[in-house]
């Protein structure tokens, strides 16, 4: 039979584990969500940048729509 000494060290034992197990969960978790965040918003910069991209070729497309309207204006 047990004495109570050595079932209280195994108590005691098994609490610090959990806590352990405890902690690093909550860093694993944390580690994730800082993943999950950073994904994210580098994907926001991803759309940006690729949105900004396509407004620039529309201006220079447009640019160009009114340099060629206005040579044929001074051509006629």
Do not use: H, P, W, Y
């Not at 994904?39 to 926001?44: G, T």
């Not at 620039?56 to 309207?69: A, F, G, L, S």
């Amino acid at each position: 039979m047990k004495s109570f000494a050595t079932f209280r060290e195994n108590l005691q034992d098994r609490r610090l584990q959990l806590l352990r197990k405890q902690k690093a969960q909550k860093q694993q978790s944390a580690e994730a969500g800082d993943k999950a965040r950073a994904s994210f918003e580098k994907e926001v910069d991803d759309k940006r940048e690729a949105i900004a991209k396509k407004e620039r070729k529309m201006k220079e497309r447009e640019k160009i729509k009114q340099e060629v309207k206005k040579e044929l204006q001074s051509e006629e």
